[in-house]
């Protein structure tokens, strides 16, 4: 079965800084999609970025973007000039390629942003 | 208006008593699921169905029940709640064609069973 890990409970950063959250994840399997999620105070579960195994173009939303590493099963979230509404529980999941496959989500980042 | 919606957006019960949990979306999605939240834990998949006709158990659906109404209709029930069923609870929906890839949550239903 696959596993995701998120080996950083949580995290904090400068406001205008960069911050990386760390995710890798388990699998035998060639073809798979893989999420950002931000869960703001509010509990909404927002996503915040996609990224397709078959592609090697890592995926980039606004300031939002990730460095998918394949072979080392590595899926990064960098959030570039940080905002204090990037404050947020951040989650990594994994979903495999063929239908009727769920999503295996990871324990989550606790992000800070510190004014 | 929001695209999925639950209700209650909180709940106190007491040890015993059944409860039930509502989630409607007009996303047109053939697909639904809930999800139960625990602090460091994630997600757990509780149920999820693929259309009116196909419901399935999730990794922790021991002590919950499911009920897909209509397309656009699915509760989640605690036949006797007890106080470690008190979690945050997520229904999510996701589409059947290209964009099966991409769940879209409720605000969640936070439970507290005393």
């Known amino acids: 079965a696959q596993t995701v890990t998120q080996s950083q409970p949580e995290m904090s950063v400068q406001e205008a800084e960069t911050v990386t959250l760390s995710c890798t994840y388990d699998t035998s399997e060639s073809d798979y999609y893989l999420f950002w999620y931000k869960q703001p105070p509010s509990r909404q579960m927002i996503l915040v970025i996609r990224q397709e195994a078959y592609k090697q173009q890592n995926a980039t939303e606004n300031r939002f973007s990730v460095n998918f590493q394949k072979a080392a099963k590595s899926f990064s979230l960098k959030i570039s000039d940080s905002q204090l509404g990037d404050a947020a529980m951040y989650f990594c999941a994994y979903r495999s390629a063929p239908r009727g496959q769920n999503f295996v989500f990871g324990p989550g980042t606790r992000l800070s942003v510190l004014p | 208006d929001a695209d999925v919606t639950q209700t209650p957006r909180n709940r106190i019960t007491k040890t015993g008593k059944r409860i039930m949990l509502e989630c409607s979306q007009t996303?047109?999605?053939?697909?639904m699921y809930w999800y139960r939240q625990d602090p460091g834990l994630g997600l757990q998949l509780i149920y999820y169905?693929?259309?009116?006709?196909?419901?399935n158990k999730g990794e922790i659906s021991d002590g919950y029940s499911v009920s897909r109404q209509a397309q656009a209709k699915f509760s989640l029930s605690l036949e006797s709640a007890i106080p470690n069923q008190t979690a945050l609870y997520f229904c999510a929906t996701s589409g059947s064609g290209a964009k099966t890839d991409t769940q879209y949550f409720g605000p969640g239903t936070r439970l507290t069973v005393l």
């Open positions: 169905s693929f259309d009116v006709k196909d419901i």
């Open positions: 996303k047109g999605h053939d697909r």
